[in-house]
């Protein structure tokens, strides 16, 4: 057998065995470090750590075991040389000065939204495996990301993946006893960040897709009165990359009636989901009437109404959305 062809036979090979597991990776790779755009380019770099080291690889630990080992270990080094994402609402209080329009603040980090699609199996892979949405949903991947990276990795190895004591404690070569720490103290601090979850509606749920419905008309109509429909007395709304948040139902409408609603037709949303969500992505019309994409937003829906509104705007995530980047009617 030639060189060329057993190469090829242990490419076959390596695809077989590891590919089921790229939509779990990148969702694990997307809640160790907040991004979309950068958690691809992690399991990318897995894929080719783990191919490189494939010959040497002896069934020592499963296969999955082994590629979430180095992918772990890829994301803690990608995470020594970056800041953690945040939202505002990781940054500072809600606002509550005077009235103003709100400003970008350029010297931060943001997190971004990861589309549904990219962890759903495939029609044609029914074994693939789910990935948990909970673990997605946009206010847990903000408080991980205020965890130092290694109790955030215990965290999500322990508690979303369910390894073992031991077996963290392998993938990250440190002790179970470490491990053991560490696990506690981040779920102490989880605790502090968000001590009463609130009971979400799956994006699948009618409620949920009338309350993104209800979100979309308002703004395509500019009419805030809409809003009143589906926000809950105690709903935020924060936005990237502005700094201010506003909390509480009557400062969201004013600040988004006061300065982004406009006209009717300035706005036009198509739905999808993102995070384990209700989302839609977001198209604004230009000054030459061209309706060009604007960002995603991403709704906290419960059944008492939107809890939380969750605003990027990112042109570029048009494409990560697999929307294009002009509103064609």
């Not at 992690?42 to 040497?56: D, H, I, K, N, P």
């Not at 992918?71 to 505002?88: F, G, H, W």
Request: glycine letters at 6%.
């Amino acid at each position: 057998m030639t060189s060329h062809l057993r190469g090829a036979l242990s490419q076959d090979q390596f695809t077989t065995e590891t590919e089921r597991f790229r939509r779990e990776l990148l969702a694990h790779c997307y809640r160790m470090v907040g991004s979309a755009h950068d958690a691809e380019d992690l399991v990318q770099e897995t894929y080719l750590r783990a191919w490189r080291s494939y010959a040497g690889f002896e069934g020592r630990s499963s296969i999955r075991s082994w590629l979430y080992t180095i992918a772990t270990n890829v994301c803690l080094r990608a995470l020594e040389r970056r800041r953690i994402r945040v939202l505002p609402s990781g940054l500072t209080g809600p606002y509550e000065g005077p009235d103003r329009p709100p400003s970008p603040a350029s010297d931060v980090s943001w997190l971004e939204p990861l589309p549904d699609a990219w962890i759903a199996p495939s029609a044609d892979d029914p074994a693939a495996v789910v990935v948990e949405r909970e673990s997605l949903r946009l206010a847990l991947i903000a408080s991980l990301q205020n965890l130092p990276s290694r109790q955030r990795a215990i965290l999500i190895l322990r508690d979303v993946l369910a390894f073992s004591a031991a077996e963290t404690a392998e993938i990250l070569g440190t002790t179970t006893v470490a491990v053991k720490s560490g696990l506690q103290r981040a779920r102490a601090r989880i605790e502090e960040l968000e001590p009463e979850p609130a009971e979400l509606l799956e994006p699948t749920d009618p409620r949920a897709r009338a309350l993104l419905d209800g979100y979309i008309a308002a703004f395509e109509r500019s009419d805030a009165s809409l809003l009143e429909q589906v926000l809950r007395a105690d709903a935020t709304l924060e936005a990237t990359p502005f700094r201010d948040w506003q909390s509480g139902r009557t400062m969201c409408i004013h600040v988004l009636d006061a300065y982004v609603l406009g006209t009717p037709g300035d706005w036009r949303m198509l739905a999808t989901t993102a995070n384990g969500e209700p989302a839609a992505v977001v198209y604004h019309r230009d000054a030459d009437g061209t309706l060009r994409g604007d960002g995603v937003v991403v709704l906290a829906t419960t059944a008492t109404g939107v809890a939380r509104v969750v605003k990027f705007h990112d042109p570029a995530l048009l494409a990560v959305f697999a929307f294009p980047d002009v509103f064609e009617h």
